[in-house]
């Protein structure tokens, strides 16, 4: 399994796929654009989803902003969960609570 396999080089590609040929494995990536390879299953975002994933990684405290700017950011980065979660670090960072404050985050 190779995660972000679109950011191998063309030759490693070759490489990759030529090995496993030859040893009788499969091979299973992950990509963020076709890399000549079947599809298998296909993600889709939602703004849930970005919600979902912020709660969790909270594990139960109140980030410093709101549903509405996680709702924001995921609607200005057309769906694009990985740049929504920079964004919202980098808001986390800028705003968090003094620290000892554990408040509970509900979306």
């Not at 912020?54 to 902003?65: E, K, Q, S």
Request: aromatic content about 10%; some cysteine; glycine content about 8%.
């Amino acid at each position: 399994m190779v995660d972000g396999y679109e950011q191998l080089s063309r030759w490693s590609r070759w490489r990759l796929k030529r090995l496993c040929r030859r040893r009788g494995c499969g091979l299973l990536v992950t990509a963020h654009a076709s890399v000549g390879l079947p599809q298998l299953y296909r993600t889709t975002p939602t703004r849930h989803l970005a919600e979902t994933i912020v709660g969790r990684l909270m594990a139960g405290r109140t980030p410093p902003f709101s549903v509405a700017e996680v709702t924001e950011c995921f609607v200005r980065h057309g769906g694009n969960l990985r740049e929504v979660l920079f964004d919202l670090y980098d808001l986390y960072e800028r705003q968090r609570p003094a620290a000892g404050q554990n408040l509970t985050y509900t979306s």
